[in-house]
């Protein structure tokens, strides 16, 4: 009985509050307002009212009636207004709303499914749903109701519950809050933003859209419960910058009022209605999705609204673009995207002949990007309706733009396989590059990608595979596209082309696998854990090449490792034996650890931490290491910043670097992308472009190829001798260029060594005949006229969420931009032209440019946060406008011969608006009826009397708000909820006043006047912020018109004049006609000058005793001044506090600059002072009697014929007379012959340590001065140079803003890791001192007004080439007798040209690698060595060296043409090999015998051809050999020390006793089978060349050691054999030096096999232990026993 009690209430009652069977009758209504959310601003919005009848059904059904329903829409000053009808138009749409529709209530009585016929729109169906959803609550009487995620409108979010009882008025009060942020299922859609991430840090102060609502429910007190009244409030702050300082508001808000309730009437439902889902909201259809606000609602025909838009651009857009070019550009694409393919077809068939409108529709289909437009461009690129560039330019566009569904990636697919896409390779390449494209947003949002849509890109990579083509172009290819899908289930399949270890991977080159990591980074972005794990494989593979593994590293840091990756990375490092790699590595950690970025802020933390650890180890690599440049700034109160990130990729066999590559990240609104990367990556063409520069002196390419294949026999048999010698594998040339846009490779180019040679010889054979050349010269001498314009919509971002009511909320961007040039352009020669005129006919045939150029630019950016549909479209849009244009009538002539060029400009005849922009934020409805906008500031009220206006003291919020000192805390004016406006509200728009600006720069000289005008309206008055600055309007031009100068101006005449004709071209001689005055000016400032630059240590003397009595009061009263200024800042703080000690001492040292003898620096600066007096008088006038060397004139050409415009002339000597040296001037003076202003400069050499400079303008170059001093010379005993700028004759404003750089040059100071001493030095004055300490060290000291500043340890990127120093003196050696510093600028002169070269050296048992390490090494009695060879293929030299028993060395020089041989006079050819040395040096080799090919040198040698040797006989005793086409700068060599200086041609590519000269200085011990010894002797072994037998010259031979009965760790006992050779003499010999060498063993278990002692693979072997064995320097035989042997 109970149970049937049960199912009966279960019947009666669909819900606690709709009962079965009865009606219940409610009043409805719902606003959704946008704007500003203080009051008194305007407001757009819409309202809908009606009556609103709920029936309760069977099943927990109940049926919903929306009975005369009415929609408003409000665009007035909120509050206040009044809303206003909408059209008929919007009838389809109510009756779609009075259709019946039932809902199903679920057990938690939240609504669970809706019914409704299939004819009503989801639109019309979303909008009902609006009501419905306030049925839906989940709350039983006397049960408490569930807290968390709840299914609603707007998608599955977070819900809480708070339940009211009021006994007396017996009503139960249920509120309902929904967090509309917290969704589990949240629903929206967005647009444009595929290639953005979502960047947690920058959303931890502020979220740019928050959602929220609040339902009260009221239900009677009765059984059951009916809801009597419902209010729901919903809000959506949009805020484009930080949240606290304001933000764009939309607020909704919903009442149902219960009106009746009867018995329901039988059969009121439709039978029809089939289930729609559930609550959850559905965007409705493509035709509702496109409506945009930046298109209106217009009920107009769209043929004829789309021909108009046409015409309006095609009109207004012939000369410059029109100010609404980019609105009605926007317009165009989206009135077109509504039309289908086959409307298009019809479009393009009407205006294909019509190449003005043609243009503006082919750019207007990208911005489309519709599966409609791509289906179209499809069907006109395989029908040919398109050009090849035409077909480029709008595939590439369209791919990239179009909205990806199914429809579009089939298009696509077919466009690969098109014939006439597969028949031009360019625009293959770029479809293949853009599917990728399109398959990485289609995939976006899906964990794992379709197969069937990556299957194309898969095809390419495996059809590659098969293919052996240049470069392997189509791998390349397939890789980038791949890369830029950016889906995980490609790792594998981009990992066969990887070296990880245990991998089967395809055979690669190494261009191939930095493509394929590269092609890693995007999948980093969706899978980073993966792509972590492989690139960190490949970075810890020390086996791997450099730049594979930096590669590895780049892609590492992005996927955002965390501590204890980088822990691993940092353990790693403190082991790394290659400086390339640890450099970049190193580098890239400190650039991330200073980085700003909240993106990168946990990051950061964890990479100075892991800094620390490393050390200062690799700190102080030079610029021959890869590098990291960074830079990084943002703004948190824009929440929006930027991230620059240059890589420097360097390697040991090139100065050039491999690879380059810059990046650009940007931040904004809580999101990040990669903007812009561009890379450049070159192999082999250092060594390209050295052997293209040198093919004219290495005769024919025959001879050059002979050569080349040459090898001498002596180097076969050196080589043959050596223990498994490998050469170094010539690199395969190859130039590659990358431009990515978001993360995207839009364009690259891979060019190999045929096309670099074909692009060098094309560069530099431009001065031949060419066809082209012909062609292009006749085209201008008829004359071109022609039209560029590009317009496109640059960036569509929508993001769409629904709201309470039903409608969408819509925030969106757009950008477009329109650039057109129209070009009228004709050219004139002053002589015929032959049919095969060279590049140096035209230049000689003074040609002549006439015409009319008139480029122009327009931008538009339009954001919009409205509720949008069909209905009406309400909200608030921000308009940021752009145009620049410049036209131009020009007329121009150049003569090469006449050293001649000049241009004419005619004026425009009025005003010209060269730039204009404009800021408006507005308030906007459309409706298919009519649009309407008003500013969201509503124009000022008018005023009020006298007597109205204290009732501002009413205001206290207000009054507080802005007295309070930061704006942060200023609390916005509440809003009211009166009807109508307030005073407060008036006068508080009273204070929205128009700010009209307006500067001027009257540029006489040219009759040119350029004007800034501004007018700006904000609501800046309610808060300080940005957000504020933008609410109202903003205007900015820059206008350009004649000067009034008293006549009309005819023309601007630009022209430069150089050689002996300058002078002829001079209007107005250079007169200075108070000579007195200005000697005597120019003697006091000389004096004033001198003593306050002289170099006297760290303060200079205030004597300004030559100058005015005012101007030295007053300088004395502004220096006091700004010292006791920084007094009070000395107190407070330490002066010396933080400042290391090193510092202090270098603080402390005096400065002494080189006198002009240059025979010691001078020990005071009165020397200097009395040598340079003379140089001290700037005499201008002294340039009026010598001719200039060139002579350029801005001349106005006005019709009274009167002068008018600028000279400059410059003057120069490489002898001045007064000193001997070189000496510049500049001269500017006005043509107006009663103007005496002027402007001079002057630099002149004083001796060769010290240089001046000045500049000074005003009257005669006599009214204002700066000075620039530099100087060489010695800071104690450390080369120096210093610079001394003083402005104390410069004007007021200068000074000023030198006192306000406090602060900047401060921070900048600490940022750049320098110290600060708190000392005040010559107001007037700032110096710089750099000092050389140690030749890969730099000491800056900088000398401000205020304080100095000191940082130590700088790395120069070329080592300075010091002299010894004298510690007792502190001078250079070389300083006292002659050279002194001029010889240090010499040699450092030298070294920059040559740079980067490298010296080995070896002296006795010392010797110094190229790469500056050093080792010992007991070179075995009469053996040969290489001490340096080239070891690439085809080596082309090799040097010997050997240790003779005169106690010496003989050298020896062999290359495919000679043989020199150089060795002490005492040693003989075939000196016993048991003469007892060990390269002693104590004995003096008092001679030393030349030998070239076999005969003796008597005098100094130059050969030619190929090798171009130089061999030099000095008077010292030395022979100093030179063959710069080989690599060898010289080999400078005494018979006991040797040095050998190498170009950069040998970068990297030498090997011996030197080393490698690639900048691994812990590689240096590599031997010739490229194993890396730890020992320097069994390294010097590998590079001897014994001769095997005891009757040879090096009666040693290679062996590698057996050493049996070793114990292991394991206890057994095992056979050991030493992994690398070492020399021991044969048996028939006795040793008479041994030494003990430790050597590398590979062992093996008892009766394993045959004995290793002469395996060749042991070098390959793993080591298991290390055991110090015996080796032989000295042997002594036997005569008889070797004939026995």
Known sequence: MMRLLLVVLALAAIDAYIQKGKSYLYGYEATLMSGVPNAGFNRAGVKIHAKVEVIGLDHKEALIMVHQPEVLQYLDR???????????????????????????????????????????????????????????????????????????????????????????????????????????????????????????????GTKHLRSTAIYTYTLADSEPQVIQDVEADEIHQFSPFFETEGSIVTQGSQKLTLISSEQASKGVHSASQKSRGGLAFRFPTDAVMLLTPVAPIVDKDRANQLEDTLRHLVENNQMEVHYDAPAKFLELAMIM???????????????????????????????????????????????????????????????????????????????????????????????????????NRFCAKTPVCNEDVLQPLNMLLTESSRKSLPHHSETILALKAIGNAGQPSSIRRILKYLPLKGKKKESSSPIIQVTAISALSNIAKKDPASVKQRVLQLFLDSTLAPELRIRAFSILMETRPGFVTLAVVAEKLKSEKNLQVASFAISYIHTVGRSPVPELRNMSMACNVIAKTIGSRFDKLGARYSKVFHTSLFKDKLNAGVMAKLFVLNSGDSFIPKGIVAKVRGYAGGVAADIVEVALCSKGLQQILQSYTTDSQKGSARERQMWINKRSSLQRESIDKLSNWKGIDEEQAAVTIHARVFGQVVVYSVLDKEEINDFIKTATSMDRPSPTLHSFISSFERGINALYTKALVGTEIRYMQPTSVGMLLDVSLYLSSIITSRADVRVTFGETLPPDAKLSDVLSASPEIIGVVSPSIAMRGVATVAVTSSLVQAGVQYHADIRAALPANIKARASIVEKNIKVSVKPSSGPLEAITSSGKMTVFVSNAAESKVIPVLPPSPPSYPRQMQPLTRSLPSMRHYHSHASPKSRPAPPPSHSEGHTIEEDVILTRAKVSRSQFCANMSSIATSVCVRTSIKNAAFVMNTPFYYLVGSSNCTLQIKQADIGSAVKQLDFEIQAGPEASSKIVTLLKFSDASSMSASSSGSSSESTSGNRFTGMQAKDTSSGSSPSWSMGRRHRASRFQSSRASDSEMRPSHSGVPFEDLRIIAMKFKPYTRSESRPSSSASSLSVSTSSAQTDDWGEHTAKEPIAVALAKVIREDRQPHGLQLAVYGSRSAPQTGLPSASVIVSDLNASSSWKLCAKAQALTPSRARSVLAWGSNCADYQLEMRTALGMLHKYPSARVDVSWARAPRWMKRASTMMYNRVTIKAYNMGMSKVYKANSPDKASVIVAAVAPRSLQLLVKVPWATFTKSGINPPIPIPLAPVDETSGLLESGVDGAGIGQLVEDFAVAVQSFPTATCSASGLNFTTFNQRNYNYSMPSSCKHILVQDCKENSAFTVYLKNVSSGGYELQVITKDSVITVRPASASASAPASASTTGSTSQDVKALVVHVNGKELKKNLTTQGPESMVVNKTTTNSVIIKASNLGIDKIVFNGTCVNVTVNNKLMGRVCGLCGHNDGEMMNDLRMPNHNISSDPEVFGYSWALPDASCDGSCPLARVNVKVEGIKRENGEVETCYSKHSILRCPASCTPVDIISVKLGMHCLPPGSGPSMANSTSLANKSEDTQSMVEAHTLCECDAKSCKSE
Not at 175 to 200: H, M, V
Not at 355 to 379: G, H, I, N, Q
Not at 402 to 423: E, G, H, I, Q
Request: charged residues 25%; glycine residues 4%; proline residues 5%.
């Open 78 to 204: 909120w509050p206040g207004g009044a809303f206003s009808p909408i059209s008929h138009s919007a009838e389809p749409l109510v009756r779609e709303i009075q259709v019946p529709v039932k809902f199903k209530f679920a057990e938690s009585s939240l609504v669970s499914e809706v019914f409704a016929p299939s004819d009503v729109s989801e639109e019309a169906l979303n909008i009902v749903k609006g009501i419905i959803n306030l049925f839906s609550f989940s709350y039983k009487k006397d049960k408490t109701p569930p807290q968390g995620q709840e299914a609603g409108l707007e998608g599955v979010c977070h819900t809480s519950y708070v339940v009211q009882e009021e006994g007396t008025s017996k009503k139960t009060i249920v509120s309902k809050t929904r967090d509309l942020d917290n969704c589990q299922q949240k629903i929206y859609t967005s647009t444009g933003a595929a290639y953005t991430e979502t960047c947690p840090g920058c959303r931890m």
């Open 337 to 439: 995207r509504n039309l289908k393919a086959e409307e298009l077809d019809g479009l393009w068939r009407k205006i294909h002949a019509q190449k003005d409108y043609r243009r503006w529709v082919l750019d207007a289909l990208p911005a489309m990007a519709t599966s409609e437009a791509l289906s179209f461009v499809k069907k006109a690129v395989t029908s040919n309706y398109l050009t090849e560039s035409e077909a480029s330019s709008v595939l590439t566009s369209i791919l990239h733009q179009v909205k990806v569904n199914k429809t579009a990636m089939d298009d696509a697919k077919a466009l690969l396989d098109s014939p006439f896409v597969r028949a031009i390779p360019s625009i293959r390449k770029s479809v293949i590059l853009a599917y990728g494209s399109m398959v």
